[in-house]
């Protein structure tokens, strides 16, 4: 461990500066240890003649004992260098109106890597030989605190900033869609809100329908049937009524379904008039229109992965070229890392019927990858077998303190002080064996352990991966595992 306090002593210039010089020193000595992280000691002329460096502060600090016989001012960036001369000069009465003594000065010193350290400076005279004792805070750790703090703060801000483009799709498309829908609070009944075609509907103005009882839209005689809607929309999350009559004596059927939001229940109402009623079900019409709303991406394919339907979101994440179609494609042009992602997606939906938070990555029309998550179903039962993509673009998202289960369990430094312990051989080995086993359990882990996947897309036998899984001591293939 090295000597939290470094010094080099000056040219001789007579014994009774040397004398002088090591009492400051050892003055310079207590005083780092107990208030700074670094002292400097500073001559007449500007030139740093001891450095000290306190415990806390050695690793970050391990090149300022080669300070020690240069400027002060050089020892500094460029932009750095008249703070440097501001505390000089301020301290000596030359310029005490812009700086008085005293005060603080925040420099940055270069650092070997590119990185420049951050330190906060105070200076004190030092006797009547002119000497100066700059007195330093490592501010390293407050400005990584201060990074992370922006970049969390430039998260949330693009988090707004979608949030805020996601309602104005779903205000847009609400006011647009010609069927009357209202939206109710499934605890309190209470209308949240309901768009323009109900509001026509109805015979008045959404503003002041808002926050009303829902039931009072109805006739006295309709009112048992409305609450009994409602109650099945809250319990089956889907129910309809028909023949249902308005306050103001229109025949009308409706279509509840539930749905929720910030941990609120909400239903939504959708009133098909007599007419549109007895031309047939359209059900299904209004879930599409809120499908398409939805800010996450959703992608409808049959049970080979050719896209029947998708929705607004996944087009604006294709960013594809004006013209282009997406329905009837393959969804394997632009999902996965590989072919393997979809196949294996598949697999797990026909053997599983449903697949949650699946990582993988979705390749855009310009080529940009972005990693999303994944969660499907397969409906297999239905008038046409059909499988269902919820896709989220995850890369938003703030990265998680700690190091990961897969991160390397040696770092760059850890690594390289192995040299002269070891052969270059040996580390080079270790290196290597370490990557190649986090690669094969990853791969095993994104394709459920399924091993002719895995080594698919490893672009491995899969007698070799076999060889390697042995090696490595990672449990043993199974023969209905394999396929």
């Known amino acids: 461990m090295p000597?939290?306090?470094?010094s080099l002593a000056p040219a001789p210039a007579g014994q009774a500066y040397l004398q002088m010089?090591?009492?400051?020193?050892?003055?310079?000595?207590?005083?780092?240890?107990?208030?700074?992280?670094v002292g400097l000691l500073i001559d007449a002329q500007g030139v740093v003649r001891e450095v000290v460096v306190g415990a806390d502060a050695a690793h970050d600090l391990a090149e300022a004992p080669g300070w020690?016989?240069?400027?002060?001012?050089?020892?500094?960036?460029?932009?750095?260098?008249?703070?440097?001369?501001?505390?000089?000069?301020?301290?000596?009465?030359?310029?005490?109106?812009?700086?008085?003594?005293?005060?603080?000065?925040?420099?940055?010193?270069?650092?070997?890597?590119?990185?420049?350290?951050?330190?906060?400076?105070?200076?004190?005279?030092?006797?009547?030989?002119?000497?100066?004792?700059?007195?330093?805070r490592n501010l390293r750790?407050?400005?990584?605190?201060?990074?992370?703090?922006?970049?969390?703060?430039?998260?949330?801000?693009?988090?707004?900033?979608?949030?805020?483009?996601?309602?104005?799709?779903?205000?847009?498309?609400?006011?647009?869609?010609?069927?009357?829908?209202?939206?109710?609070?499934?605890?309190?009944?209470?209308?949240v809100e309901l768009n323009g075609s109900a509001a026509r509907l109805l015979g008045t103005s959404a503003r002041r329908l808002a926050l009303r009882p829902a039931p009072e839209l109805f006739g006295s005689q309709s009112q048992p049937d409305v609450l009994l809607l409602f109650a099945?929309?809250?319990?089956?999350?889907?129910?309809?009524?028909?023949?249902?009559?308005?306050?103001?004596?229109?025949?009308?059927r409706l279509v509840g379904s539930l749905f929720k939001q910030d941990g609120v229940n909400f239903l939504l109402i959708r009133m098909v008039p007599a007419p549109q009623?007895?031309?047939?079900?359209?059900?299904?019409?209004?879930?599409?229109?809120?499908?398409?709303?939805?800010p996450d991406a959703f992608v409808l394919s049959d049970m080979q992965g050719r896209v029947l339907a998708a929705n607004e979101a996944f087009v604006d994440m294709l960013q594809l070229p004006a013209g282009e179609a997406v329905v009837g494609q393959m969804l394997d042009r632009w999902l996965g890392r590989?072919?393997?992602?979809?196949?294996?997606?598949?697999?797990?939906?026909?053997?599983?019927?449903?697949?949650?938070?699946?990582?993988?990555?979705?390749?855009?029309?310009d080529g940009q990858a972005t990693a999303i998550e994944i969660s499907a179903v397969a409906v297999a039962d239905g008038p046409q077998p059909c499988l269902g993509f919820a896709i989220r673009d995850v890369t938003r998202r703030l990265p998680a303190e700690g190091r990961s289960q897969r991160q390397l369990p040696r770092s760059t430094d850890q690594l390289t002080g192995l040299v002269g312990r070891l052969p270059l051989r040996d580390i080079v080995g270790e290196t290597t064996d370490l990557i190649e086993r986090l690669c094969i359990e990853a791969a095993l882990e994104i394709t459920r352990d399924n091993r002719a996947?895995?080594?698919?897309?490893?672009?491995?036998?899969?007698?070799?991966?076999?060889?390697?899984?042995?090696?490595?001591?990672?449990?043993e293939p199974s023969a209905d595992a394999t396929d």
């Open 3 to 6: 000597n939290p306090s470094s």
């Open 453 to 475: 996947s895995a080594a698919e897309m490893l672009g491995l036998s899969r007698q070799s991966l076999y060889v390697k899984l042995r090696r490595y001591g990672i449990h």
């Open 232 to 252: 099945q929309t809250r319990s089956a999350g889907r129910a309809e009524a028909a023949g249902v009559t308005l306050a103001s004596g229109a025949k009308v």
């Open 141 to 191: 750790t407050l400005a990584a605190a201060q990074q992370r703090l922006v970049d969390a703060q430039q998260s949330m801000e693009r988090d707004y900033q979608r949030l805020r483009q996601a309602e104005a799709r779903y205000r847009l498309l609400f006011e647009a869609v010609e069927d009357p829908l209202v939206v109710v609070d499934a605890g309190s009944l209470n209308i």
């Open 277 to 294: 009623a007895e031309a047939g079900s359209t059900t299904s019409g209004s879930l599409l229109d809120v499908i398409n709303a939805m």
């Open 21 to 37: 010089l090591d009492a400051e020193s050892g003055m310079l000595a207590t005083v780092v240890q107990a208030a700074s992280d």
């Open 338 to 365: 590989s072919t393997v992602d979809l196949n294996v997606l598949i697999g797990n939906l026909r053997q599983h019927g449903v697949l949650r938070l699946f990582p993988t990555t979705l390749r855009a029309g």
């Open 68 to 136: 020690v016989g240069r400027r002060w001012v050089d020892t500094v960036t460029v932009e750095s260098r008249p703070k440097i001369q501001a505390l000089t000069a301020a301290l000596r009465g030359e310029t005490p109106e812009s700086s008085p003594p005293g005060g603080a000065r925040q420099v940055n010193h270069p650092i070997a890597g590119g990185l420049d350290l951050p330190i906060a400076y105070r200076v004190v005279p030092v006797g009547t030989s002119g000497h100066l004792l700059a007195l330093g």
